[in-house]
């Protein structure tokens, strides 16, 4: 078997799903997110900014501590988590979210693991960078207090 090969029979039972798009309310249920909790993310502070490690820069292996993730170092065009939450696109993380799995798969999540969430970090705070959006977003919005992650720390971000 080719490896393409392999690769696609590995995701089928993600590929497979049938693609739907999920409304925020939906979004919400399926994530066991209640009211009183949309509230309290709603109130999280978040931020967009800009900054790039130095090139040369190497990444290190953190579980970063949920409370200190305070946005993104993307271009989304969000103000919040909530808004951040409903503009994921991959709806697979919808269709197959098991809590239990996905703190698990988190949990299990180590240096050696490929394709981990990229984070910058910056005076304190870390923001999801170019990989992990999804995931990150996700276990913040669900209350899990870790996840892994590849930290870059940069001196500054412009806000």
Known sequence: MTPHAKIKELLADVTSVPRRKYSG?????????????RIEIESMEFSRVGCEPTEG??????N???R???G???DDDVSDWIGLLFSLHKQ?????????AFRNYLNACDATTN????VIECGGKYYV????KHRLTIAKCVGLQSAPALVWSVPECVK
Request: glycine share 4%; charged share 35%.
């Open 72 to 74: 993104v170092n993307r």
């Open 64 to 66: 970063i501590d949920l």
């Open 68 to 70: 200190d993730l305070h």
């Open 129 to 132: 960078h170019t990989n992990g």
């Open 25 to 37: 309310t939906e979004r919400l249920e399926k994530l066991g997110i209640s009211e009183e909790r």
């Open 92 to 100: 697979y993380f919808f269709d197959r979210y098991r809590p239990e």
């Open 115 to 118: 394709d981990l969430p990229h």
């Open 57 to 62: 820069t190497p990444a290190c292996f953190k």
